[in-house]
């Protein structure tokens, strides 16, 4: 009969090489790193808790193993999380209450009066990654996944700290604890949500990669807003309460680019994304210095007084490599769509209107009423 730990040996080995498989396909990402060391240890770590014939050198081995596979753990969540910050302060509490344990071990001290320092070592290391989650300000279903076996994970480490001492005397030899039913529910509880804990990290960097990739597909390189597909798309889905559609495009930038050069072109360009993304409403860039904005629920008029604040501001604006007394401006184009109808429907009017700003001088507001156009100048 195969003895259940070497199941569990061949299952974290199985996780251990699957989790290689995704760090060398996925360039090599440090979470990915961190999750292959979590997984080789704990492999290695069950192979000592499977061969009991040398106990000394078997419970050194997982005294130490066991809270370094956590620290590994911790810092795969920690990378996949995006955060820099080491809790040094939490592995040196934890590196002592190992060496602790280890010299406990040596000294021969009962195994239900040490263990209790090595489960603290164990719960200690996990704290940071519970901790990380559990800090963030909105959470996926996987992150909440990862916080209950996780926080499962701790609380058997604590309750084991806490009741052995009790349950168990000090004479009490760990091979009569280990053939009980306490320690080998707990033993395989640990090691089935350690697994657990493991697949839901590779699954959250997976998931954390294709959201990037997504991202990145949707938007502009240059100025970090909606690209011209999926700004299209966003305003392909038909408004409950109408709105209005804001185009606009900065004056003469040709001319910018020939003057002084594409680099303070482009920052001309990050400047005006900026003041748009700061707007609060989704925006586009539809491509070379033409923008636009969706203001879902809000009236003419509201647009109106919105592309009015934006138009001063950019105006009042001073930009690097060019000349203080330099105004660049631009002009902008309003209609608005009725509810049920798809923003985008607007979209032909608001670039007639946009184009009669343009025409009747530059840095102006024009708006698309009807079958008229009306401009406010500067």
């Excluded at 309750?159 to 053939?179: E, H, L």
Aim: glycine letters at 8%; charged letters at 15%; hydrophobic letters at 50%.
């Amino acid at each position: 009969m195969v003895s259940l730990n070497w199941v569990t040996t061949s299952g974290f080995a199985i996780l251990a090489i699957l989790c290689v498989c995704v760090f060398l396909g996925m360039r090599r990402m440090p979470s990915l790193a961190w999750l292959v060391a979590t997984a080789v240890i704990a492999t290695i770590e069950t192979v000592f808790l499977a061969n009991a014939q040398f106990e000394t050198v078997s419970s050194n081995a997982v005294a130490v193993l066991t809270p370094l596979a956590y620290i590994c753990f911790g810092e795969a969540i920690r990378a996949a999380l995006g955060q820099r910050s080491r809790n040094w302060w939490l592995y040196g509490a934890v590196a002592v209450f190992t060496l602790a344990a280890v010299s406990l071990k040596l000294a021969d001290v009962p195994f239900s009066y040490r263990t209790p320092v090595f489960q603290i070592a164990c719960a200690l290391a996990l704290w940071d990654g519970i901790y990380r989650l559990a800090k963030l300000p909105t959470r996926s279903f996987i992150d909440h996944g990862l916080i209950g076996v996780v926080g499962g994970l701790f609380a058997i480490f604590i309750f084991r700290a806490v009741t052995y001492p009790f349950i168990y005397g000090p004479d009490v030899a760990y091979a009569v604890i280990r053939a009980g039913d306490i320690e080998r529910a707990t033993l395989m509880l640990s090691a089935l949500l350690s697994a657990v804990a493991i697949l839901l990290t590779l699954a959250r960097i997976i998931n954390g990669v294709i959201v990037a990739y997504r991202r990145r597909s949707e938007l502009d390189s240059l100025t970090g807003l909606l690209n011209h597909q999926a700004f299209h798309q966003l305003a392909s889905v038909a408004g409950k309460t109408g709105g209005s559609v804001i185009f606009c495009d900065i004056d003469h930038f040709k001319s910018i680019n020939d003057r002084f050069g594409h680099s303070a072109g482009d920052k001309a360009l990050c400047a005006f994304a900026e003041l748009l993304r700061l707007s609060g409403y989704q925006t586009g860039r539809l491509g070379g210095e033409e923008f636009a904005v969706l203001v879902p629920g809000g009236s003419i008029a509201v647009a109106m007084i919105e592309a009015d604040r934006l138009r001063k501001k950019f105006s009042d604006l001073r930009h690097a490599n060019m000349p203080g007394d330099l105004r660049i401006t631009a002009s902008f184009g309003i209609a608005e769509y009725e509810a049920g109808a798809e923003p985008r429907q607007a979209f032909s009017k608001a670039d007639a209107a946009l184009y009669a700003a343009k025409s009747s001088g530059r840095n102006r507001v024009s708006v698309h009423q009807a079958e008229s156009v009306k401009s406010a100048a500067a």
